[in-house]
């Protein structure tokens, strides 16, 4: 009796816009079924998911807070039962911080925002995933976690200090979920993003696009959406071969060391 076909599955957390929604297309053009998710059911959302099936993807909403530990499970039952087993996780959601500034007025609020979401979340829905993933055979198919952490996961930023905190830990979780799940030939993979325009850098992108041609970064200019989701794209398709455990600089060298 042959088995049914196979396709890959992805949920791609933080896929209403920005980054998010570029890797979610991406993903779509490599065969995925994909999984778009926002906090809520709303018309960004569902705008986004149009747009993948508009471009000819399978795609569903997941709404739903990725803070939310407990409704993991769920949600996660509730994709596959609209697209078929999950192979493929994007741990993309993030918020930046309440307010830029001194240090030494960080709030314990946009403290604890930047963890429960950059962080937090994407521990839980990571073991989530891979108990599930644990849990039966998985034929053929290429499994992955990819977390969007950020270049602020070892450069600081001074007036974000919160933030760069959060994306240090994710990336260290990154680093665990590898070594727990290298034995089971499921690779993990961390995407520092460097200046990339979205909604969250709009306040500050032409100041960044200026940084970047005056040399900030190896490529004088700031990166897209696109970008990040071409290269998620290509590490969740298996084009890496034997790789696990990279942390990927996607930041047009801005952090190569210099004197
Ligand atoms: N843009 C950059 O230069 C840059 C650089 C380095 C790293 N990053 C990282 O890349 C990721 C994407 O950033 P972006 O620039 O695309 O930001 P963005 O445009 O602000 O998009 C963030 C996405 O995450 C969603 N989100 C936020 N909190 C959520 C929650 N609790 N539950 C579910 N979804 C949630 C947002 O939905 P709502 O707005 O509806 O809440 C939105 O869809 C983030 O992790 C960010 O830290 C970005």
Known sequence: MSSPAARPVALVTGSSRGIGLAVAAALAKEGFAVALNGPADDAELSAAVARITYLGGAAAAAPFDVTDIGGHEAVLDAI????????????????????????????EESWDRCFAVNAKAMFFLSQAFARRLLARSRPQLFHSIVNVTSS????????RSE????????????????????????????????????????????????????????????????????????????????????AIPADAGMLVPRF
Do not use: H, W
Request: charged share 20%; net charge negative.
């Open 152 to 159: 602020n996961a070892v450069a600081v930023a001074e007036q």
């Open 80 to 107: 596959e039962a609209k697209l078929g087993p999950l192979t493929t996780l994007v741990n993309n959601a993030g918020v930046g911080v309440l307010q830029r500034g001194d240090m030494m007025d960080v709030s």
């Open 163 to 246: 933030y760069c905190a959060s994306k240090a830990a994710a990336a260290m979780v990154s680093k665990a979920l590898a070594v727990r799940l290298g034995r089971e030939e499921i690779a993990v993979y961390d995407v520092q993003p460097g200046l990339i325009a979205t909604e969250m850098t709009a306040p500050v992108i032409d100041a960044y696009r200026e940084r970047a041609e005056q040399g900030l970064t190896l490529f004088p200019r700031v990166g897209q959406p696109d970008d990040i989701g071409t290269l998620v794209a290509s590490l969740v398709s298996g084009r890496l071969p034997y790789t696990t455990g990279l």
